[in-house]
C-alpha cells in the first residue's frame, strides 16, 4: 500500500469537476513535492480565484501541471483573514513557537542549576558542618549472673539498661518457680535489642490421697474385732510405699499427700524411704489446740463423730503431742489462720507458686462447704 501510494497515480477525478479544480487538484496531489504550490496562502489564492470565476460565468484559464506551468491570468485576490501588508509565512518556515519552547527549556535548566549551588554552598563566613555519624552503644548482659535471680528483678535490670524484654514461662521442676533460667541473647548487644529471658513455671501440683482412702478399705475389709488403727498394718505401709513411688516418679510436678503420720515408726518407715530413694519430700504437721480439733471433726460428720467418741477423738491428744516432736517437723499453727493462708505458708516454705483465687465470696463459700460434705465420715 506504501509503494502504491508512492508510484501509482491517482483514479481520474468525475467529469462533473470543472477542469480548472481538477489542475489544482492534481497539482495538489502530485508525487513530486516540487510540482505542488509553494504554500497554503497560494492554494487559498487560486481557489477564491477559480470559485469567483466560475460563480460569475467567465472563461477560466489555467495551466498545465508541472514546474513549467504557466501563471493564471487572473488579477490575484487578498486572502481572506490576513492584515494588509502582512506576507505569508514562506514556505519551510518554522514559527516562533519552536524558538519559545527552547527558550523555555534554557530558563528551567539554569534556575535548577542555580537552586543546586545555593544549596550546597555554605554561608559566607561558616563552613559546611561534617555529617554526624551515628553511634552504636553497646550493653553487656551477664546472662550467667542474672540465672537463679527473680524473673521481675532482672526484667527491671535490663529495662533500665535500655533493653527491650520477652518473659518467657517454661514449666521446670529444676529450679524454683518464678526464677530466671536462660537469657539470651548474652554479652555485648547493641542497645534497643530483644532479651528474651525464660523464667521457672512450677508443674501443676497432683493430689493422691492413698493413706485414708487405702486404710479405710484394708479397715473396712477386716471383721469387725481386728479393725484398729489401719497404719499398724504392714500391707497398708507397703502399699503406700510403693503407690507414692510411682506417682512421683512418674508424674513430673509437686505431689501434694494429704495423710496423718503419727507413729515415729510409721513415719520413718514411709517418709525414710521415700527419702532414701532420692524424692525431696517435706512434712508439714499442721497443729492447732484440741478445743479447735474437735470443732473441726464435728463439722466433717455433722457432730456426730464428737458425740459418739471416735477413734479420732479419743486419740486426738495422744496424737497432738507426738505431732509436736522435732522429727514431724515442719510444724504449723492454724488455730488462727484461715485455710487460704495455711496453703500460702505451706507453699511459700516449699516454693510452690499458688495462684490467687478468682472466686467470689458465694462461691468461694459453696466451694468450702462442698470438701466438707465430700469428707463427712460416720466410720
Not at 48 to 55: C, E, G, K
Not at 60 to 72: F, K, L, Q
Not at 95 to 107: E, M, T, V
Not at 112 to 123: C, D, E, F, H, K
Request: proline content about 10%; hydrophobic content about 45%; aromatic content about 4%.
Amino acid at each position: 500500500m506504501a509503494s502504491a501510494h508512492r508510484d501509482l497515480p491517482l483514479p481520474p477525478l468525475p467529469e462533473t469537476i470543472p477542469v480548472p479544480a481538477a489542475g489544482l487538484i492534481a497539482e495538489l496531489t502530485a508525487k513530486d513535492p516540487a510540482a505542488r504550490p509553494a504554500s497554503a496562502a497560494e492554494v487559498a489564492s487560486r481557489a477564491a480565484r477559480l470559485r469567483d470565476a466560475i460563480q460569475d460565468g467567465a472563461a477560466v484559464p489555467w495551466h498545465t501541471i508541472g514546474p513549467d506551468a504557466e501563471r493564471p491570468t487572473l488579477p490575484e485576490t487578498p486572502l481572506p483573514g490576513l492584515p494588509a501588508g502582512r506576507a505569508p509565512r514562506p514556505p519551510g518556515g518554522l514559527g516562533r513557537w519552536p524558538w519559545i519552547a527552547a527558550l523555555s527549556a534554557l530558563a528551567v535548566f539554569l534556575m535548577i542549576g542555580v537552586l543546586s549551588m545555593l544549596t550546597a554552598a555554605a554561608p559566607p563566613g561558616k563552613t559546611a558542618a561534617p555529617r554526624q555519624e551515628p553511634t552504636l552503644t553497646l550493653v553487656d548482659v551477664k546472662a550467667s549472673s542474672l540465672i537463679g535471680l527473680p524473673v521481675t528483678a532482672v526484667d527491671r535490670e535490663l529495662r533500665q539498661l535500655g533493653l527491650v524484654v520477652r518473659v518467657r514461662w517454661q514449666p521446670t521442676a529444676l529450679a524454683p518457680a518464678g526464677m530466671v533460667i536462660s537469657v539470651q541473647p548474652g554479652g555485648q548487644v547493641p542497645a534497643g535489642s530483644v532479651v528474651v529471658v525464660t523464667g521457672a513455671l512450677q508443674p501443676q501440683p497432683t493430689v493422691t490421697s492413698p493413706g485414708h482412702d487405702h486404710g479405710g478399705g484394708m479397715r473396712r475389709m477386716l471383721p469387725t474385732a481386728l479393725r484398729g488403727n489401719f497404719q499398724d498394718l504392714p500391707a497398708w505401709r507397703y502399699s503406700v510405699v510403693e503407690l507414692l513411688r510411682l506417682t512421683l516418679a512418674g508424674y513430673d510436678g509437686p505431689v501434694i499427700v494429704p495423710m496423718t503420720l503419727v507413729d515415729s515408726g510409721c513415719f520413718r518407715e514411709v517418709i525414710g524411704s521415700l527419702r532414701e530413694d532420692g524424692f525431696a519430700v517435706r512434712h508439714f504437721a499442721l497443729l492447732a489446740e484440741p478445743a479447735t480439733v474437735r470443732r473441726r471433726l464435728a463439722r466433717r460428720s455433722l457432730g456426730t463423730e464428737v458425740r459418739r467418741g471416735s477413734w479420732a477423738v479419743e486419740h486426738l491428744d495422744e496424737h497432738l503431742q507426738r505431732l509436736g516432736a522435732p522429727e514431724f517437723a515442719e510444724h504449723i499453727h492454724t488455730d488462727r489462720l484461715t485455710v487460704a493462708q495455711v496453703a500460702d505458708a505451706v507453699a511459700g516454705s516449699a516454693g510452690l507458686a499458688v495462684r490467687p483465687s478468682a472466686d467470689g465470696p458465694l462461691r468461694a463459700w459453696l466451694r468450702r462447704y462442698a470438701t466438707t460434705i465430700r469428707h463427712i465420715r460416720f466410720d
